[in-house]
């Protein structure tokens, strides 16, 4: 009897979880107008009243397994509180279903026809081409496949790569350096917003991402972007877009069933499964192409608790993951930082974000999502031009960085804050895409006696550069360097490097390097300090031939297209003058890489670096970096 009514309940919550009747399949579309909000359809009355059967039948049969287990007790208090447990969480369900099923589902509130246009026209211009639209209309956020690379998010084709691989960033940061509940940093380790000495008793992850879990992957892209839009809602909101097209069955979150149910094993997650059938079918037919389109579509919610957003994301995850979710997701960092306070950010409003002719994410996205303001510079601070006029840079630390190979060009100078975050993971840029660096091991991030003395130069040389990242100063801000830092440079010197009235950061810090350490410099007879050897690992999302994950054929190998991940190890040697710099250097055996100490006891000759231009931008965070890995180079295109 007790098996009957136990069949009696689960079958009563599976229908009663259910918005519609239960003969049509529920990946079915509903019939109604495109653009129409297709997600509160009005109940007829038949199906008003067999919805509110299954109710009754849900509480009718909890009521006879409370009745039943009161008649007779449970072999053990163990069983018997299992169960008074679980029909006080099946009540909790029934009670849960019968809100959600009763009120209706905010799908969100439309634009503005004004904020749709100035929203269309920031993002694209007026002279944006099909072909660009058509890029940021069809990328969706979404993990590989791939066991190897099942911790990076795949891109399809250029475009939204910006977007994608910020978030990627911060994916990492959470699949890597938190624990597996994926809210809580890691006991004990400090978060180094000003230094960069970040714990006593380093982090050291595990590079095993095929163990990765669905669910700890589902987590990590929640709380990523739930992070990067409260960071762009300056940790007051977040504003979360998605599409009227979409009906409220995809706005059903499991969390909202409670967290409990899947203790209990009671709701199928098969009732859950074909929501990404239904959004691929809302969508077929829909095109952004004007501010039209937008206004029509488009509808957001506000939210002012991390917990509310976190939930409202779990809620529509399907829609970030379908052809629209790179799209929607970049509307809603730029919602939540505020239209007006984005163009402000800016030190050219009238140019879209999107770049043309190849739809790029301009350097504003990418800073947008990664320290919360759509400046479109990459050095620290402002930058006075005189006049009252100045250029907007990074005004704070950030949790993951930048590098970018047009710093090893010398067309910009990435700052400290965006060279240097908290966690060692960097949005690395090229001239036409974005990819993502890292390390498992916080230490890379540590700076050794070199690198701090280097840092505290570093920044006073550029507090005096007025050359927009140039690398040259004036005469008297050159003095004012000299000051700060404590170098005593001989009088020849001073003179040799003030003699074209301009004084140029890599001729200085030759002269340093070259300048004894009693003086102020960093030349060290040891030959020991500032060796450093560490990993990296590269995740480039875009589909590449990858021979080491080749298949066999009958025509032999074939190359598998799936995005890249690539380990890099890197030794950074002294730096002294070039001639010191590639003789042999001696080094303490059993020494961890960084600093060395004690007996030297042998001998280690630099390794023959390979190159490829992720290697230019390693060495603009890392100078003279030698880098070495197997396979194919690391692309950063």
């Known amino acids: 009897m007790a098996d009957h009514e136990e069949e009696d309940l689960r079958t009563a919550l599976r229908m009663s979880m259910q918005n519609s009747p239960p003969e049509p399949k529920r990946s079915k579309p509903r019939d109604g107008p495109a653009g129409a909000p297709t997600g509160l359809p009005e109940e007829s009355s038949d199906v008003k009243t067999r919805r509110l059967q299954r109710e009754l039948m849900a509480t009718a049969a909890e009521k006879r397994m409370l009745d039943?287990?009161?008649?007779?007790?449970?072999?053990?208090?163990?069983?018997?509180?299992?169960?008074?447990?679980?029909?006080?969480?099946?009540?909790?369900?029934?009670?849960?279903?019968?809100?959600?099923?009763?009120?209706?589902?905010?799908?969100?509130?439309?634009?503005?026809?004004?904020?749709?246009?100035?929203?269309?026209?920031m993002v694209f211009g007026a002279e944006v081409t099909k072909g660009i639209l058509a890029q940021w209309s069809n990328q969706g956020i979404r993990f590989s496949p791939d066991p190897e690379t099942s911790m990076g998010l795949v891109q399809h084709e250029g475009g939204p790569c910006g977007v994608l691989a910020a978030i990627q960033a911060f994916v990492l940061k959470y699949l890597i350096f938190?624990?597996?509940?994926?809210?809580?940093?890691?006991?004990?380790?400090?978060?180094?917003?000003?230094?960069?000495?970040?714990?006593?008793?380093?982090?050291?992850?595990?590079?095993?991402?095929?163990?990765?879990?669905e669910d700890a992957k589902a987590r990590a892209l929640i709380r990523s972007m739930g992070e990067i839009l409260f960071l762009c809602g300056s940790n007051k909101r977040a504003v979360i877009a998605t599409l009227s097209v979409i009906g409220d069955d995809t706005e059903r979150s499991k969390d909202n069933l409670d967290d409990e149910v899947s203790e209990l094993k009671l709701v199928d997650n098969a009732l859950f499964s074909d929501r990404n059938n239904v959004i691929t079918k809302s969508l077929e037919g829909l095109s952004i192409e004007s501010a039209a389109d937008l206004h029509k579509v488009l509808r957001v919610n506000t939210y002012t608790t991390r917990e509310s957003a976190f939930k409202r994301l779990q809620a529509v995850i399907p829609v970030f993951q379908s052809r629209m979710g790179a799209l929607l997701f970049l509307i809603s960092a730029l919602l939540s930082r505020g239209l007006d306070l984005v163009q402000a950010d800016r030190d050219d409003p009238s140019l879209p974000l999107v770049t043309a002719?190849?739809?790029?994410?301009?350097?504003?996205?990418?800073?947008?999502?990664?320290?919360?303001?759509?400046?479109?510079?990459?050095?620290?601070?402002?930058?006075?031009?005189?006049?009252?006029?100045?250029?907007?840079?990074?005004?704070?630390?950030?949790?993951?960085?930048?590098?970018?190979?047009?710093?090893?060009?010398?067309?910009?100078?990435?700052?400290?804050?965006?060279?240097?975050?908290?966690?060692?993971?960097?949005?690395?840029?090229?001239?036409?895409?974005?990819?993502?660096?890292?390390?498992?091991?916080?230490?890379?991030?540590?700076?050794?006696?070199?690198?701090?003395?280097?840092?505290?130069?570093?920044?006073?040389?550029?507090?005096?550069?007025?050359?927009?990242?140039?690398?040259?100063?004036?005469?008297?801000?050159?003095?004012?360097?000299?000051?700060?830092?404590?170098?005593?440079?001989?009088?020849?010197?001073?003179?040799?490097?003030?003699?074209?009235?301009?004084?140029?950061?890599?001729?200085?810090?030759?002269?340093?390097?070259?300048?004894?350490?009693?003086?102020?410099?960093?030349?060290?007879?040891?030959?020991?300090?500032?060796?450093?050897?560490?990993?990296?690992?590269?995740?480039?999302?875009?589909?590449?031939?990858?021979?080491?994950?080749?298949?066999?054929?009958?025509?032999?190998?074939?190359?598998?297209?799936?995005?890249?991940?690539?380990?890099?190890?890197?030794?950074?040697?002294?730096?002294?003058?070039?001639?010191?710099?590639?003789?042999?250097?001696?080094?303490?055996?059993?020494?961890?890489?960084?600093?060395?100490?004690?007996?030297?006891?042998?001998?280690?000759?630099?390794?023959?670096?390979?190159?490829?231009?992720?290697?230019?931008?390693?060495?603009?965070?890392?100078?003279?970096?030698?880098?070495?890995?197997?396979?194919?180079?690391?692309?950063?295109?």
């Open 178 to 213: 938190c624990p597996p509940e994926l809210g809580k940093v890691v006991p004990n380790m400090h978060h180094n917003m000003g230094s960069r000495t970040l714990s006593n008793s380093p982090c050291v992850a595990s590079n095993n991402f095929a163990s990765l879990t």
């Open 357 to 637: 002719p190849f739809g790029h994410a301009s350097q504003e996205i990418v800073n947008l999502l990664l320290c919360g303001q759509a400046v479109p510079n990459v050095f620290d601070g402002k930058m006075d031009l005189g006049g009252g006029m100045s250029l907007k840079g990074v005004s704070r630390p950030v949790e993951v960085g930048f590098l970018t190979l047009l710093e090893s060009l010398n067309f910009c100078k990435v700052g400290q804050y965006l060279k240097c975050p908290k966690w060692p993971i960097w949005v690395v840029g090229s001239e036409s895409h974005y990819t993502v660096l890292f390390s498992l091991d916080t230490t890379v991030q540590d700076e050794n006696e070199l690198e701090g003395r280097e840092s505290q130069i570093r920044k006073a040389f550029d507090a005096q550069d007025q050359s927009g990242g140039g690398g040259f100063i004036s005469v008297e801000g050159f003095h004012q360097v000299l000051k700060e830092t404590n170098v005593e440079l001989p009088t020849e010197k001073v003179d040799l490097l003030c003699s074209t009235g301009f004084i140029v950061w890599s001729e200085f810090w030759q002269v340093i390097l070259e300048l004894d350490k009693s003086l102020g410099g960093l030349k060290d007879s040891t030959g020991l300090m500032g060796k450093k050897v560490f990993d990296l690992y590269h995740f480039n999302g875009i589909a590449k031939s990858d021979l080491n994950g080749s298949q066999l054929s009958s025509g032999g190998e074939t190359p598998v297209q799936r995005p890249r991940l690539t380990k890099l190890k890197v030794s950074v040697p002294p730096r002294w003058t070039p001639e010191e710099y590639m003789t042999d250097v001696a080094v303490s055996s059993g020494s961890g890489g960084n600093e060395s100490g004690g007996k030297v006891t042998e001998i280690a000759k630099p390794e023959p670096s390979q190159h490829a231009p992720l290697v230019d931008c390693i060495r603009t965070r890392w100078p003279r970096a030698v880098c070495n890995w197997i396979g194919y180079p690391p692309s950063i295109v």
């Open 68 to 121: 039943a287990r009161k008649a007779s007790p449970s072999p053990s208090s163990v069983s018997g509180s299992a169960g008074s447990s679980g029909s006080a969480l099946a009540a909790k369900v029934v009670r849960k279903d019968k809100e959600l099923s009763l009120e209706e589902v905010n799908l969100g509130k439309g634009l503005s026809e004004e904020d749709a246009k100035q929203l269309f026209s």
